[in-house]
């Protein structure tokens, strides 16, 4: 008899019941898609027999994870499926997944030359050129670089950080140095406020980007440099992004097979970090008084794969006078990298168009969400503005009146 | 009555059968098969799918070894769409005498048999899954080939050479004048009409139940019927075959087949009335799970897709009719030298690997009684679809850019997957997901492999041998096989036995993600499809 009664090899635990794929945005729009279930499990009994079985078809997966969420049988679909385009897939990454893989490298290049770069490629010969030489969809727009960055801001601007006497370090991913240093800022504010003093860590990429354009070694190699990095330190690990944050938690380990088990637990996303302070009484809010928005809250769908949601929803739901509309779970398209892409931007704008067209029903003041390249989707395709959670707490939290609470 | 006379009349569709039927008809033989239920029922498709070097039968029965290495090469070149040629390790654990290894690997090369000795290091770098305490490995030409797909590759070959096929028809009674077999009296199981078809030849075919087809025509074959059991396990654990360094014993081979790992198997004397109605005991269970877990430890936690047996027709020797002295080797009987009893052959004992000797031999024999100068050319003339040595080459000769289901297809028929229409999107949509069967497979076999049921579907296609057991492949099929017979009763008949047939392979290993399945698929079926109903 068989000691164990489920199997260990964890394709096997599926039973083709195909909640999977009837929950994957992929495959409603793209017929090239096999679909999770295929693709996953399905797929890899055949690719065990023979590799010739690959289908290249599985570039087409978003990584968005919601067949993992459908799943009643934990079957890790997902990563099954970039588990087997790391290992059998015979396409190169090409020079346009390379640069748009490496987030932190095109930023350090960008900065310097900030404004003369977002004025080069908002222009329509250069998305001509880019849509043509690299293949990057002419119809993206894309998000500025900023010239100066939130680790020069915290230096400059916040340098007694260890004043405080309490501290968290800070993983700020990519987006927040380059393109959205006011997030940085906002999360410091806030910290500070709560009484944190907030730490910088020797952070690499989280190298989501890289993975999903099968720049394998490289994801492997950044995530061994944050595990390291995370190591020297036992403060918590408070993050703004929700795709970084699954990332290291779930894909260092699931996918490059790189140990994360003695930091995972400590990588945490801010919202979940201030209710936990909140809910043992360890922290006080004071809101303003004169705080109106009416805000529509996108869940990302990493979030939806960490489970996380639920905090920043009460979180935000303490905040008097937002008007908060949760909109229906669904994928936005955007999938990071996934819709720059000339093969994919079609399939990217149909798999978002129900959440769009409920966005522009709402006609919210904000939509609010905790993944940055659905913010570049939505803002495109909605013209409403998308606000990081953390820019919104910042914006209503009275931050002396709360200091002073938690001095 | 029918009043053409054929040739040769063979009774039985299991390979020998086929291959019988494919010989007879490449010498020009007007022939007539005739089987009581499905090709490959018997124990044709219940073994472990084994395409032997001979290795096994190096230390005790040369003979057979040696047969077994020149058909191994011989289907290797013939066969290539239904081999594949994964090779073969011995290996030894600690408790195994690794002196026999010396004697082991001089007998193999004694019968023409390539067996390398691999250091242990090497030899679980080369198969992982292996059982990493092994001591011992030796490298042999053993591979795997799939029953079903070669014994409808030799009826396909043997029907394009004139051969007649009845299936669902048994044989009654034999028709005999002047002390000879001139032909058989039949009934079509599934109509009930009687039949009689005249021949020069009849040759027994019927494995196990040839005992029973010799006793109609009033001769005694000694037979015993030996029942085997194996398991399926979910998914391909290990590409190299293993088997034990020892003298022959239970659950001692792992074969990769497809997509699945078969372990097998166990030896157990039944009395003739079982050979119908096989079950696989919990105790053989136990058995194949631990003896298994010594080849590959691996299976102790793999996901068990089924249990079945087969019945393996031993043939008492005639010198020694008790049953004492059993031969493993070919038995060949001319009933007219050996009963008196003239146009009257049976061909038993041998095995899956040695068919097509098999075939030689009794067509040999058929020539000869009638008078016939023909030579043999079934070792050189390949199957039809075995042209290309690989499905990477036979894919690329038919599709630029083929997908998986093209792929699964050509693993399946070789070159003659290009006969499949499979051009739009209609033929290629699945009808088993898990095997990747698509509706233009499906319903092709329906037109051209004398498909009766939605079980002979899943032996020439695959259609349910995947993990989902029938889930959702079984009502897909019958529709498609509604649609073609123009009726729907029996469609929804067939796929309440489908799915109970399904199931009784299932209910021996019954626990784990297999029972979580099976709970799963009855509910699809009883409560959401309502075929409980009547």
């Known amino acids: 008899m068989q000691e164990q009664d489920l199997s260990k090899n964890n394709f096997e635990q599926c039973i083709k019941c195909t909640i999977c794929t009837a929950y994957c945005p992929v495959v409603q729009v793209n017929p090239s898609y096999p679909g999770p279930k295929q693709a996953g499990p399905d797929g890899e009994r055949f690719r065990l027999r023979n590799p010739f079985f690959y289908d290249e078809n599985l570039k087409y997966c978003m990584n968005c994870k919601r067949c993992e969420n459908a799943c009643p049988s934990g079957v890790r679909i997902a990563d099954i499926i970039h588990t087997a385009r790391m290992n059998y897939s015979h396409s190169k990454p090409t020079l346009r997944d390379w640069i748009l893989a490496n987030t932190d490298f095109m930023g350090k290049v960008a900065r310097p030359v900030a404004p003369i770069v977002n004025a080069v490629v908002g222009t329509k010969p250069a998305k001509a050129a880019m849509d043509a030489v690299l293949g990057v969809d002419r119809h993206r727009t894309f998000p500025k670089y900023r010239f100066s960055g939130f680790e020069g801001w915290l230096r400059r601007k916040a340098p007694d950080q260890s004043k405080f006497a309490r501290q968290v370090a800070f993983f700020h991913g990519c987006s927040t140095e380059y393109q959205h240093p006011e997030v940085g800022r906002a999360f410091v504010r806030v910290m500070n406020a709560l009484g944190y003093g907030v730490q910088l860590i020797d952070e690499q990429c989280c190298g989501v980007a890289m993975i999903s354009n099968g720049l394998w070694n490289q994801a492997r190699s950044h995530a061994r440099h944050n595990v390291e990095a995370f190591r020297k330190t036992d403060l918590p690990i408070v993050t703004t992004a929700s795709t970084c944050t699954f990332t290291m938690r779930d894909e260092y380990q699931e996918i490059l097979g790189v140990d994360v088990s003695v930091v995972r637990d400590r990588i945490v996303l801010v919202e979940k970090f201030i209710y936990s302070l909140l809910d043992q009484g360890r922290v006080r809010l004071a809101f303003r008084e004169d705080f109106k928005a009416r805000v529509a809250y996108h869940i990302p769908c990493h979030m939806e794969k960490l489970g996380w949601s639920i905090f920043t929803r009460e979180l935000l739901g303490m905040i008097p006078g937002l008007e908060l509309t949760v909109l229906d779970s669904g994928c936005c398209g955007m999938a990071g990298t996934y819709g720059f892409k000339k093969e994919n931007y079609a399939y990217s704008q149909e798999i978002g168009r129900p959440l769009f067209e409920r966005i522009k029903l709402l006609d919210p003041d904000y939509v609010t969400s905790e993944c940055d390249t659905c913010k570049w989707q939505i803002e495109m395709s909605t013209g409403v503005e998308v606000r990081n959670p953390i820019l919104l707490l910042e914006e209503a939290l009275d931050l002396e009146k709360t200091a002073e609470l938690n001095r | ?534």
Request: proline share 4%; charged share 25%; aromatic share 4%.
């Open chain 2, 1 to 534: 009555m029918n009043r053409q006379e054929y040739d040769v009349i063979i009774i039985g569709g299991g390979i020998t059968g086929a291959g019988t039927a494919r010989d007879c008809s490449l010498r020009g033989l007007k022939v007539l098969l005739i089987e009581r239920k499905d090709i490959a029922d018997g124990a044709t498709g219940r073994n472990h799918g084994l395409l032997h070097s001979g290795a096994r039968y190096a230390v005790t029965d040369s003979e057979s070894a040696r047969e077994c290495i020149e058909e191994n090469m011989i289907l290797k070149k013939i066969a290539r769409h239904c081999v594949d040629d994964t090779t073969g390790f011995f290996i030894s654990l600690p408790e195994d005498d690794l002196s026999f290894q010396a004697t082991f690997v001089e007998r193999c090369r004694q019968a023409g048999i390539t067996a390398e000795i691999i250091d242990p290091k090497e030899a679980l770098r080369l198969e992982p899954a292996a059982n990493p305490a092994l001591i011992g490995a030796v490298r042999v030409p053993d591979g795997s080939v799939d029953p079903f797909r070669l014994t409808s590759s030799n009826l396909v070959d043997a029907r394009l050479h004139g051969t007649d096929v009845l299936l669902y028809t048994e044989v009654t009674g034999f028709i005999i004048e002047n002390g000879t077999v001139v032909g058989v009296m039949t009934l079509d199981t599934r109509s009930g009409e009687k039949g009689e078809y005249r021949g020069r030849i009849t040759v027994n075919a019927a494995g196990i139940w040839g005992h029973g087809i010799a006793a109609l025509a009033g001769v005694n074959v000694g037979m015993f019927p030996a029942k085997g059991a194996l398991l399926i396990f979910a998914h391909r654990v290990a590409d190299i075959v293993l088997n034990r360094c020892r003298k022959p014993a239970n659950a001692d081979i792992l074969v990769p087949g497809e997509t699945v790992s078969i372990i097998g198997t166990t030896s157990t004397r039944i009395p003739f009335e079982e050979c119908d109605h096989m079950q696989v005991t919990p105790e053989e269970v136990n058995l194949l799970v631990s003896e298994g877990a010594k080849l590959a430890p691996v299976l102790e936690s793999t996901r068990i897709l089924r249990a079945y047996a087969g019945v393996r027709p031993l043939v008492a020797s005639d010198s020694d009719p008790s049953g004492r002295s059993i031969s493993r080797g070919i038995v060949l009987l001319d009933h007219e030298t050996r009963d008196g009893l003239k146009g009257f052959v049976t061909i038993t004992g041998g095995k899956l690997m040695t068919y097509r000797l098999m075939a030689e031999k009794a067509t040999d024999l058929v020539c000869q009684k009638l008078g016939i100068d023909a030579k043999c050319v079934t070792r050189t003339t390949p199957l039809p679809g075995s042209e290309s040595s690989s499905i990477e080459e036979a894919a690329g000769k038919i599709w630029a850019s083929p997908t998986t289901a093209q792929k699964a297809t050509v693993g399946r028929l070789g070159d003659n997957a290009g006969l499949i229409p499979m051009d739009d999107a209609y033929s290629q949509s699945l009808v088993c997901e898990c095997e990747e069967v698509t509706v233009g497979e499906v319903n092709s076999a329906i037109k051209h492999l004398n498909v009766n049921n939605l079980v002979d579907i899943r032996r020439r296609t695959r259609v349910g041998m995947g993990t989902c057991q029938g889930e959702l492949c079984g009502c897909r099929a019958a529709g498609l096989l509604a649609r073609a017979h123009g009726c729907t009763r029996k469609a929804r008949g067939d796929l309440k036995h489908f799915m109970r047939e399904r199931w009784k392979g299932m209910y021996p290993i019954a626990w784990g993600d297999t029972l979580r399945e099976g709970e799963y698929s009855q509910w699809v079926y009883s409560e959401v499809l309502g075929l409980n109903e009547e």
